[in-house]
């Protein structure tokens, strides 16, 4: 299991396929505070709550600086439909061999039902415009998230 990610360490650079299949990557964002929120599947209805509720602040959140994307080991073909469904408005970005969720410490052990398993951990890093860490949150619970990371980013809800 990686490491996790603190405030002050340098985020790792990553460059993934979007949900229309363009690569997308951290650079892109480069000079902006960036959320980078990882979730565990796509079309799911904790993952569904999560993604609607980043789009429903999303005006405010850019409004205040930041960008938001998506991260999960869903296939692209995955995330074009749960884009579609959700109407999402931000980038959903695959992950298919979970080589970035490693890397931001958002891939682990999990359990469930008894059972042991690897597998990704909702998390969310929140990036700043020099490219380092300001905030990094694991174990995340996909409903309420956003509204509990507005307020640890001091953003009116």
């Given at each position: 299991?990686?490491?996790?990610?603190?405030?002050?360490?340098?985020?790792?650079?990553?460059?993934?396929?979007?949900?229309?299949?363009?690569?997308?990557?951290?650079?892109?964002?480069?000079?902006?505070?960036?959320?980078?929120?990882?979730?565990?599947?796509?079309s799911?209805?904790?993952?569904?709550?999560?993604?609607?509720?980043?789009?429903d602040?999303?005006?405010?959140?850019?409004?205040?600086?930041?960008?938001?994307?998506?991260?999960?080991?869903?296939?692209?073909?995955?995330?074009?439909?749960?884009a579609?469904?959700?109407?999402?408005?931000?980038?959903?970005l695959?992950?298919e061999?979970?080589?970035?969720?490693?890397?931001?410490?958002?891939?682990?052990?999990?359990?469930?039902?008894?059972?042991?398993?690897?597998?990704?951990?909702?998390?969310?890093?929140?990036?700043?415009?020099?490219?380092?860490?300001?905030?990094?949150?694991y174990?995340?619970?996909?409903?309420?998230?956003?509204a509990?990371?507005?307020?640890?980013?001091?953003?009116?809800?």
């Amino acid at each position: 299991m990686a490491e996790r990610l603190i405030p002050g360490d340098v985020a790792p650079n990553f460059s993934l396929l979007d949900e229309s299949g363009k690569s997308v990557g951290l650079a892109d964002f480069r000079g902006r505070k960036t959320i980078v929120y990882f979730y565990p599947a796509a079309s799911t209805p904790g993952c569904a709550k999560e993604a609607c509720d980043f789009r429903d602040t999303l005006a405010s959140l850019q409004a205040a600086g930041y960008e938001v994307v998506g991260i999960s080991p869903d296939p692209v073909k995955a995330l074009a439909k749960f884009a579609s469904e959700e109407q999402l408005t931000f980038p959903l970005l695959s992950d298919e061999d979970h080589a970035v969720a490693e890397a931001y410490g958002a891939w682990g052990e999990k359990k469930n039902y008894g059972k042991t398993y690897m597998g990704l951990i909702r998390s969310t890093v929140v990036v700043d415009p020099e490219g380092k860490v300001s905030l990094a949150q694991y174990n995340v619970r996909a409903t309420g998230h956003v509204a509990k990371l507005r307020r640890d980013l001091k953003l009116d809800n």
